[in-house]
């Protein structure tokens, strides 16, 4: 131990001081929730009076919180008490004796008289004090009186009947610590190896709790290798215990696992992933519970809990948690075909990915710590011109060159009414990041950054750019330009919101093209499906990065099956053309009866895979894909063909005759049959290519 920190203990009088002095020591970040306290602390002239309502999950650091700002108001030589109310006598005597000691006179009085801080911590809506706290104690206390209230349930919902109460009340939810503040809490407590912290900040997702018992095993057992640790896995688990003490039902439980899987739920999502078939009383039981929030689309689980009950789930049943994820996908698959509004498209792709176990993806799109009131605004008319304000209040430190996207290139699309501009906002409305997408056509060809051209020409043939529509309205490809903010937040919690929106965008289908420097881009792009074009690498004239050129055609891969590819974490169906669909359902024909050709052939990401609880068969999948094909083929064909896909079938389906006998039995010369063959071939190529 440090002299200093020795000196300092010796001088402590007491053991609450020592314990003080070890929580004061310990007690690191939630400076945003403190720079608010502290100025509440010192407000004596709003009106009126505000109760400050902290809350949260278990283990999220609410005591803490209040801990440590009645040090600090008892540090400046303010009066202040914290009560716990769930290890006090439940009757109003106990409380105020609690809250003012024992004296002579009037309680009431003497708390008016100093005005001190009162915390009451572990407050319950439901408990024995609750009602003589609403309806007597406050009602008593002078405006003074700086109160704070914390628990897991917030107090708006418990007062919700009282409507001026409701207006005095401050909410300060609390989430997990943000990665600085984690890290700065591990090496508070000594841990300062490097990728031990590492893994100790992604198993614990900043819970407050999780990081502290993490701590404990690892400085105690002097832990080297934390993600090999096994003993974590039943911390989690008694963690997940935890957070859900308030339900004592196991099939509530069950449902709310199934919750954790994704981001948001609403009846339909979770009787699909939970395998239930009647949910209704399940999804009215739930939006009671601490742990669930109102979302944008129905109900979410806290982010916090989410992590550690999912973690959980993913180590205790490992089959269900993949099961349950696999329902999930095939239910936001299901919505998707049916959804008609483009902005429900949009958000149910978005929310597919959050089932993506991806971390760089998640931090980027989904990240718990994103900021609090940002919103991405789809911008028109005088508001577009934030972005160029934004791009050049930014210039060099953004390191984007002219030819990714200079002022005057911005300037120009910003002017194009077909672009489509997104720009997140700050609670305030403050512009803070932005994102172009660019509807490729003849209006648009002369406005787009250079590198964007040169991928174009690297993708698409002269005949293809001929072809392009000439409106903007008509066209289904899309230049997606970088996504332009301050480097310091480039893929971080600042612009996940944006980052979130953007995913939106692919349910349109059709045709993507991105070309950027920034690194982070790069990897999104990757784990999204898009394939690299190094011929379309641009190098800029005034040096600085590369700027690569990157497609994702999903008018090729079919949206369906590059979800399941990219959430299942397989690279994508390689995007084919007529021909090349041709070529390789020949190859596919020519190996039928050989599961390995088909598991390997591109065409499986043209037919839709069987579902059911087991892993998809692939190959039975194609096969039957392809002789779905042959049958719309044979249906939609001429008599005179009819010979073409007879062909097919003895030459390719059947397998025990040859093509020799094949030309006999059908009365063809040998010429005629395989001319007959490569007809029927391309009569089922058209209805593959068609789908």
């Known amino acids: 131990m440090a002299p200093a920190q020795t000196a300092r203990r010796r001088a402590l009088a007491t053991l609450g001081q020592i314990v003080d002095s070890l929580e004061a020591a310990l007690f690191t970040g939630r400076e945003r929730e403190m720079t608010v306290l502290r100025a509440w602390l010192r407000d004596t002239t709003s009106a009126p009076p505000r109760i400050v309502n902290v809350t949260g999950p278990a283990g999220m650091g609410k005591t803490a919180l209040v801990r440590a700002l009645h040090r600090e108001a008892v540090g400046g030589d303010r009066e202040g008490a914290v009560v716990d109310l769930g290890s006090i006598d439940p009757s109003p005597d106990s409380l105020l004796a609690a809250m003012a000691g024992t004296g002579q006179g009037d309680v009431l009085a003497r708390i008016n008289a100093s005005r001190p801080l009162i915390v009451l911590d572990q407050f319950e809506p439901s408990g024995a004090l609750s009602g003589y706290i609403h309806d007597e104690l406050l009602p008593g206390l002078d405006a003074g009186v700086k109160v704070v209230i914390s628990g897991r349930r917030p107090l708006n919902e418990a007062w919700a009947r009282h409507g001026v109460w409701n207006a005095l009340v401050h909410p300060m939810p609390l989430a997990g610590l943000l990665r600085g503040e984690a890290r700065a809490y591990l090496g508070a407590r000594g841990l300062t190896d490097a990728r031990v912290v590492a893994q100790i900040l992604q198993a614990t997702g900043g819970h407050p709790l999780a990081l502290a018992l993490a701590a404990d095993m690892t400085t105690q057992l002097g832990i080297a290798d934390f993600g090999a640790m096994a003993e974590w896995r039943l911390v989690v688990s008694s963690l997940a215990g935890r957070l859900l003490q308030e339900v004592d039902d196991g099939e509530l439980r069950d449902v709310i696992q199934a919750c954790s899987l994704v981001r948001q739920f609403d009846e339909s999502v979770l009787g699909a992933v939970s395998g239930r078939g009647h ?38 049943n490992p089959e269900r948690h993949r099961q349950q994820r696999r329902q999930a996908l095939a239910h936001y698959r299901d919505r998707l075909n049916r959804a008609v509004s483009p902005e429900q498209r949009g958000w149910l792709v978005s929310d597919c990915f959050y089932l993506l176990e991806s971390e760089l993806l998640h931090q980027w799109a989904f990240d718990r710590h994103e900021r609090q009131g940002s919103w991405v605004d789809k911008a028109a008319g005088e508001g577009r011109q934030d972005a160029l304000r934004l791009l050049v209040t930014l210039g060099s430190s953004l390191r984007c060159s002219d030819e990714e996207l200079s002022p005057d290139t911005l300037a120009a699309l910003l002017e194009h009414a077909g672009t489509d501009v997104r720009i997140l906002r700050d609670a305030d409305g403050v512009a803070s990041a932005f994102c172009l997408v660019v509807p490729v056509s003849g209006e648009t060809m002369p406005l787009l950054p250079p590198a964007g051209v040169e991928l174009m020409r690297a993708y698409w043939s002269e005949d293809d750019l001929a072809a392009l529509p000439r409106c903007s309205a008509d066209s289904t490809a899309y230049l997606v330009s970088r996504v332009v903010g301050p480097p310091a937040a480039e893929g971080g919690p600042e612009a996940a919101a944006l980052a979130r929106d953007i995913l939106g965008i692919y349910a349109r289908g059709g045709t993507y093209f991105l070309s950027t420097s920034s690194p982070v881009d790069q990897t999104v792009a990757r784990i999204l499906g898009y394939e690299r074009l190094p011929e379309a690498e641009v190098r800029p004239a005034a040096g600085g990065m590369p700027v690569d050129g990157l497609v994702l055609d999903l008018s090729l891969i079919g949206l369906g099956p590059w979800l399941e590819a990219v959430i299942e974490g397989r690279p994508p169906p390689r995007a084919l053309r007529p021909a090349d669909v041709e070529r390789e359902l020949r190859a ?43 049958a719309t083929a044979r249906a939609e ?15 390719y389906l059947d397998g025990s005759v040859s093509n020799e006998r094949a030309a006999e039995r ?14 029927g071939v391309s009569g089922i190529n058209a209805v593959l290519c068609r789908s």
């Open 666 to 679: 059908l009365a063809l010369s040998r010429s005629s049959f395989y001319r007959a063959l490569r007809r």
């Open 279 to 316: 949910v209704s009383d399940a999804f009215d039981r739930l939006c009671h519970l601490s742990v669930v929030r109102p979302s944008g689309h129905g109900l979410a689980l806290h982010d916090d809990v989410r992590h550690i009950v999912a973690a959980d789930l993913r180590w205790r």
């Open 637 to 651: 064909a001429g008599e005179g063909d009819e010979l073409a896909y007879r062909a097919v079938e003895l030459a």
């Open 588 to 630: 596919v024909l020519v190996g039928w009866r050989d599961d390995a050709v088909l598991e390997r052939s591109p065409l499986v990401g043209l037919v839709p895979c069987l579902s059911g609880d087991a892993a998809p068969d692939r190959a039975a999948a194609l096969r039957a894909g392809l002789l779905d094909a042959l």
